[in-house]
């Protein structure tokens, strides 16, 4: 059974930081590239970041270019996110994603609150 669990989140002023991990187990890490998606309330799923499988392509959503970092250790099947200068934009649900060819595994979410 593949299980893919999200830490690290919750509230934070404007302009601060956190981290986030997402820990899999159940699949072949190394083969899956592995994203951040968020989520609010009624809205739709927005892509974060992305690394892939070898760890050499990074994508990120225009909106976090130069404030998030995604990462990978491959030893410990985790994913991170760094999240600096956060705005209240940000605010969201965020949730990890792992991913190979068609086949999408997901976490539950972890709630990041950014508010003074």
């Known amino acids: 059974q593949v299980q893919l669990v999200e830490s690290g989140g919750g509230l934070v002023q404007p302009g601060g930081s956190l981290g986030l991990s997402c820990v899999a187990s159940g699949l072949n890490f190394r083969e899956y590239g592995m994203n951040w998606f968020r989520q609010g309330l009624g809205t739709e799923r927005e892509f974060v970041a992305g690394?892939?499988?070898?760890?050499?392509?990074?994508s990120r959503a225009e909106s976090v270019k130069g404030r998030f970092t995604i990462s990978r250790d491959d030893a410990k099947n985790t994913v991170f996110l760094q999240m600096n200068n956060l705005k209240s934009a940000d605010t969201d649900i965020y949730l990890c994603?792992?991913?190979?060819?068609?086949?999408?595994?997901w976490g539950q979410g972890i709630p990041v609150t950014v508010s003074s």
């Open positions: 690394i892939s499988s070898d760890g050499i392509g990074i």
């Open positions: 994603n792992a991913r190979k060819g068609f086949t999408d595994y």
